[in-house]
């Protein structure tokens, strides 16, 4: 089973700040990895995929990047609705084994 | 614009099975590489994928969680049913349906929470 490790586990950062979270996998995923935005009471929102591609309707300032184990994402100057927990997901051998991270939480400064 | 909306009961017993159901629109669970999930989220935990049904009726479960789910399809009701047998307190969490893509999971229903206790 692949195993992904999401940090840090908590980001305080200002408004107007870059925030950089980090994904990594236990191997390879290829550039099968997701990227999901979840606020308080809301349910997931599909922010990356492909390991670099937005989502229809996501901003620019979100962007992603990395292969193989490795992948980060970039938010280049955080909004007030930027603060939220975010997932990466790998999708390379699924179904049936698809594993999320344990989430990084973004908070304000 | 898709749509999905879960429901089912908020409380169940230790030991109970639980049912819940799926509806969604705006998409047809008919389409070729079309798929409904479920995915469910412990209070303050992370997010963990138990099953999805494909439009040909492939089915795939969870290994950590097979013997315990039983995924189903209405096409003509657009609905899905997810059953979990031997509930426990673990099993505690906000369960959500999800339309499935490409093996992206691009729309999420709002989830319903479900509480394990007696």
């Known amino acids: 089973e692949i195993v992904m490790t999401q940090s840090p586990a908590t980001l305080s950062v200002s408004p107007g700040e870059r925030a950089t979270l980090s994904c990594r996998a236990s191997q390879s995923v290829s550039s099968n990895l997701a990227w999901y935005q979840q606020k308080p009471g809301q349910a997931p929102r599909l922010l990356i995929y492909?390991?670099?591609t937005r989502a229809t309707g996501i901003p620019a300032r979100f962007s992603g990047s990395g292969s193989g184990t490795e992948f980060t994402l970039t938010i280049s100057s955080l909004q007030s609705e930027d603060f939220a927990v975010y997932y990466c997901q790998q999708y390379n051998n699924w179904p049936p084994r698809s594993t999320f991270g344990p989430g990084t939480k973004v908070d304000i400064k | 614009q898709i749509t999905l909306k879960e429901s089912g009961p908020t409380l169940v017993k230790p030991t109970q099975t639980l049912t819940l159901t799926c509806t969604f629109s705006g998409f047809s669970l008919s389409t070729s590489g079309v798929g409904v999930g479920w995915i469910r989220q412990p209070p303050g935990k992370a997010l963990e994928w138990l099953a999805l049904i494909y439009w040909n009726d492939d089915k795939r479960y969870s290994p950590s969680l097979k013997s315990r789910l039983t995924i189903t399809k209405d096409t003509s009701k657009n609905q899905v049913v997810l059953t979990m047998t031997n509930m426990d307190p673990v099993d505690t969490a906000t369960y959500y349906c999800?339309?499935?893509?490409?093996?992206?999971?691009?729309?999420w229903g709002q989830g319903t929470l479900v509480t394990v206790s007696s």
């Open positions: 492909g390991a670099s």
């Open positions: 999800a339309n499935i893509a490409a093996r992206l999971i691009p729309h």
